[in-house]
């Protein structure tokens, strides 16, 4: 059987400039994905076989690491004395294709000397301002967050 390498170019702008990425075939439904910073990544399109995350799951993943990175920075300005945080985000898809996240939950788990008034405005900015990945998506699915404040473990 042949071998054929499939490209498919994503084009996105950040801060006015066009960027690219690579997504290239290695077979049945795998592909290597290379971002406009050089990093790569398997992802697998066969949920049955399981060897790497889907894209739909990379589109959660990206959810998560946005709004953490967020609330991290927005935190530190506000010289808060965070120790851990985990975003964890759990979605639901509509049923019929195209299978978009119609249904989005975030749960910010804290841990640190934290004041509840900040990290309310900290996801809350992140959400409603900063986060790139929650706008996109706010166009197909209902987003909703909550937090957990876990004390210090030092």
């Known amino acids: 059987m042949a071998r054929f390498k499939l490209h498919v170019l994503l084009f996105f702008p950040q801060g006015g400039r066009m960027q690219t990425a690579s997504v290239r075939w290695i077979g049945e439904e795998k592909f290597v994905a290379t971002s406009p910073s050089g990093h790569a990544i398997t992802i697998d399109s066969d949920r049955a076989s399981n060897k790497a995350p889907g894209p739909m799951e ?6 998560g690491a946005c709004t953490a990175t967020d609330v991290v920075t927005i935190l530190e300005k506000k010289r808060q004395k965070l120790e851990a945080l985990e975003v964890i985000c759990s ?15 975030m749960l910010y788990r804290l841990r640190g000397q934290l004041d509840d008034a900040a990290v309310k ?13 929650a706008a996109m998506l706010r166009k197909t699915a209902a987003l ?8 210090p473990v030092s």
């Open 91 to 105: 979605g639901e898809r509509a049923t019929e294709p195209p299978t978009v996240w119609i249904k989005l939950e």
């Open 121 to 133: 405005h900290a996801i809350q900015l992140s959400e409603d301002k900063y986060c790139s990945v």
């Open 58 to 63: 990379l589109v959660l993943l990206a959810l």
């Open 144 to 151: 909703s967050w909550r937090y957990e404040i876990l004390p």
